[in-house]
Structure formats: C-alpha cells, structure tokens
C-alpha cells in the first residue's frame, strides 16, 4: 500500500505535461513534503516502470539533469529534446520557459 505522500508524488508526475518540467522539490512540495526532494528521486528511481511515470520530465532545481553520463543522462536528454524542450549551454533547461506550474488543485488528495 502506498502511503498518501507516494500517491500524490506519483499523480503529480503523471500529470507534467509533455513538453514541461518539473524540480524534484516542487513534486515533494505538492505532494505534502517541502523538503522531500530525495524521497523523488527514490521514488522515480523505484516505480518509474511500474506506474508508467514520466520520469524523465523531473529534473533538478537548476534546471539540470541529475543522472551522471552512460547512467541514463543520455536517455533521459534525448527524451527532453523529442518534447522540444531546448538545452542551453551547459547542459541547463531554462525553468522559466519550461518549468510547469502545476495548479493547487493538484494538492488535493
């Protein structure tokens, strides 16, 4: 059984439209945990697969791609870059662009 944290993360990700991203802290926060950006990351880690997430859509507070190379950080860019989601140099999504602004409705369990 999945605890009510989990459940909201996993609705939040599910819902990052394609073409958008979201911070892991920002996933945490809706869900009910401000400071749970780890607990993301072990999350998409563990259930990706298994709640079909678009995992790919997350990225870090920077706008950055946390995945190290030959670790899924090419996948993962390649997948960022079918949506149209540009890359500037080094490496960096512009969050202002890009970053979704999931509504509060989104709080709710």
């Known amino acids: 059984m999945l605890t009510p944290f989990t459940q909201k ?5 599910k819902n990052i439209p394609e073409g958008k991203v979201m911070t892991y ?11 749970g ?3 993301i990351s072990r999350l998409l880690h563990s259930m ?7 995992w790919h859509r997350v990225v870090n507070s920077k706008g950055k ?3 190290k190379p030959s670790h899924g950080y ?4 390649a997948l960022l870059e079918s949506e149209d989601i540009k890359f500037s140099k080094p490496d960096t999504i ?6 979704w602004n999931a509504s509060v409705s989104m709080k709710r369990p």
């Open 9 to 13: 993360a996993l609705r939040v990700i």
């Open 25 to 35: 802290g920002r996933v945490a926060a809706l869900a009910g945990k401000p400071n």
């Open 37 to 39: 950006a780890r607990q």
């Open 48 to 54: 990706s697969k298994k709640h079909d997430l678009p």
């Open 65 to 67: 791609i946390s995945l």
């Open 74 to 77: 090419e996948l993962q860019k």
């Open 94 to 99: 512009n969050l202002k662009c890009y970053l």
